[in-house]
C-alpha cells in the first residue's frame, strides 16, 4: 500500500508508542486520527500538520461502547475513508496471580481485548464496504510467552493474537490485512517506571542488551501496512528476547 494521502486512526497516541507511530504515519505522507482518552497536546498535532497531512484529534475510551461508537462517527465526519486502523492503546495492572482481584484482571482485558475488538468491528464495518484496509494490532511478547505478575495482561494480548489471526482469515475475503506487532521491552511510561536492578535483570535476557526504542515499533507499522501480501502474522520486535 502506498501510505501517502492514506488515512490512519490510531488508539492511544497521545504518547509513547503511539504518538511514534503516528509520527511515523505523518511522515510517510499519510492523514493522521489521533486518540487519547482525556488529552492530545496542541504540540503533537502540530507536529503531525508540519508535514503537510491533515490531522483530526478524537478523545474516547477504547473501553467503552458508547464512546467507540462516537469516535468513529468523528472520524468518518472528518475523512471519507480509513484506510488503517492501528489498536495501539493499552494498561497494564500488575499484580501475582494470588494477589490479583476481578476488578484487576478485567479492567486489563477490558481496555487490551474489549476494546480491540470493539475497535476493529466498528472499523471493520467501514472496511467490509471499501472492499481494502489494514488492521495493525498492538501485542506483546507477554502474550506469547507469559510474564510473572501479568496475568491480566499476558491473557489480554494473547487474546489479541488469536483475534487477529481470525480477522486476518476473515478479511481476506475483503481484501482486508490484519497483523500484530509483539513488542519486547521497550522505552516507555511502562518501563520507566522499573527500578535500576530489574532493567538490569531484564537486559539479561534480551541478546542485544538494550530496550527497545518506540521508533522501532513504528518502523515496523510502516512495514506491515505497505506490504500487501503478509497477514494473520505476529511480528516480534525485542531485541531477541523471545529466541
Known amino acids: ?20 507511530v503516528a509520527l511515523a504515519f505523518a511522515k510517510a505522507k499519510a492523514n493522521v486520527i489521533l486518540n487519547a482518552r482525556t488529552e492530545i497536546s496542541p504540540e503533537l498535532e502540530s507536529e503531525i500538520r508540519s508535514y503537510g497531512v491533515d490531522s483530526l484529534s478524537v478523545l474516547g475510551d477504547i473501553s467503552q461502547a458508547e464512546d467507540v461508537k462516537r469516535m468513529v462517527k468523528e472520524a468518518y465526519a472528518a475523512f471519507p475513508q480509513i484506510d488503517i486502523l492501528v489498536n495501539n492503546a493499552g494498561i497494564t495492572n500488575d499484580k501475582l496471580l494470588i494477589g490479583m482481584k476481578e476488578d484487576d484482571f478485567r479492567s486489563v482485558i477490558d481496555v487490551n481485548l474489549v476494546g480491540t475488538y470493539a475497535m476493529t468491528r466498528a ?28 496475568a491480566n495482561y499476558a491473557a489480554s494480548k494473547a487474546g489479541v493474537i488469536g483475534l487477529t489471526k481470525t480477522v486476518a ?19 516507555s511510561d511502562m518501563t520507566s517506571v522499573l527500578s535500576e536492578k530489574v532493567k538490569a535483570e531484564i ?8 530496550l527497545g526504542d518506540p521508533t522501532e515499533i ?26
Open 169 to 187: 482469515k476473515e478479511g481476506a475475503l475483503r481484501n482486508i490485512r490484519c497483523n500484530a506487532i509483539a513488542p519486547g521491552m521497550i522505552e
Open 1 to 20: 500500500m502506498e501510505l501517502a494521502g492514506k488515512t490512519v486512526f490510531i488508539s492511544g497516541s497521545s504518547r509513547g508508542i503511539g504518538k511514534q
Open 203 to 210: 537486559l539479561t535476557e534480551i541478546p542485544l542488551k538494550r
Open 218 to 243: 513504528a518502523q515496523t507499522a510502516i512495514f506491515l501496512a505497505q506490504n500487501d501480501y503478509i497477514t494473520g502474522q505476529v511480528l516480534s520486535v525485542d531485541g531477541g528476547m523471545s529466541i
Open 123 to 150: 472499523f471493520l464495518r467501514k472496511m467490509n464496504k471499501q472492499k481494502s484496509g489494514v488492521i495493525i494490532n498492538m501485542a506483546s511478547v507477554v502474550g506469547l510467552h507469559g510474564n510473572i505478575g501479568q
